[in-house]
């Protein structure tokens, strides 16, 4: 695996590649790498030539009181990873890379980045398709992979891509869970003694949803209610939101008859944690 910090390099790279009819895979990441993102590059390795996997902690998505400072850092640990899972490319810029001094330009989706997460995170989906945009121009891929646990910013890169006649397919993969349920985020490492058993009704609210969907209930107004039930027993969480929505559209959906999205937001403690799972057509 080679380490390339310069954007003019990795193009050059992928320019080559493209030459030869090899096909380019990217995971754009922030790093902290856990089996969710392993299971992305397994992804992008069956199915690319070339896999290209970024890692930057990206300023622009993180709202003056969250935790960019403090995000979890371990490029060591992260390359050794990559590098058994036969990455080609690392690209690790520095800011000043990806945002050169002046940089005044913005990519926004106005009708999706206002939007679940984008409600109690002003500006945080602006500064995710500015930056998957810039990086799509640098690293010119294939198929770029992005998990299903970030489902809003799924739907958010999907509509930028379809907007701005982007190239690239996107290839949204199954959220990798623990054993116990939990969704596998970088975040969960902030999770301490029992806030770590308290994270769990995420999924469990999720999962009665799931049991009255398969019984039977259409009703989003009554799945979302049984969500909040189960949410509520965990005093120590804080509901952010619960929704059913359009999975393209982050529109609510009345009945879930033709397929929908559940997804759940919640802070546990100062940890702010998100899920979802996919309904299907009845």
């Known amino acids: 695996m080679q380490t390339i910090l310069s954007a003019t390099q990795l193009t050059a790279l992928s320019k080559q590649a493209h030459r030869f009819g090899k096909r380019v895979g990217f ?9 969710g993102h392993l ?32 995000y979890p850092r371990t490029l060591d640990a992260d390359s050794a990873m990559l590098a058994a899972e036969k990455t080609d490319y690392l690209f690790f810029p520095a ?14 989706v106005e009708t999706l980045s206002g939007k679940l997460d984008g409600v109690s995170r002003p500006g945080h989906f602006r500064g ?38 982007f ?9 990798v869970r623990e054993a116990d349920g939990l969704a596998m985020s970088s975040r969960n490492v902030y999770l301490q003694g029992e806030q770590r058993k308290q994270a769990l009704v995420l999924s469990r609210a999720l999962q009665r949803v799931q049991e ?31 929704v059913i929505v359009d999975p ?11 397929g929908a999205l559940a997804a759940v937001a919640a802070y546990v403690g100062n940890t702010r944690l998100i899920d979802n799972v996919v309904l299907p057509t009845q």
């Open 128 to 165: 995710v398709t500015t930056v998957v945009a810039k990086l799509f121009n640098i690293v010119q891929p294939d198929a770029a992979y992005f998990g299903q646990k970030d489902a809003a910013q799924a739907a958010n890169i999907r509509k930028m891509i379809r907007d701005l006649k």
């Open 27 to 35: 995971v754009p990441t922030m790093g902290a790498l856990h089996q």
């Open 39 to 70: 299971s992305l590059v397994r992804a992008a390795r069956t199915q690319c030539d070339v896999v290209v996997v970024s890692i930057f902690v990206n300023p622009t998505q993180f709202g003056p009181n969250e935790d960019f400072t403090r």
């Open 95 to 108: 800011v000043e890379e990806i945002y050169p001094q002046g940089a005044a330009t913005w990519v926004e």
């Open 167 to 175: 190239d690239v397919e996107i290839v949204v993969c199954p959220i």
């Open 248 to 258: 393209d559209t982050l529109q609510p959906v009345a009945d879930v008859a033709g």
């Open 212 to 242: 009255l969907t398969a019984g039977g209930e259409k009703s989003s107004d009554k799945l979302i209610a049984a969500g909040k039930v189960v949410m509520a027993a965990e005093s120590g969480v804080l509901l952010d939101y619960f």
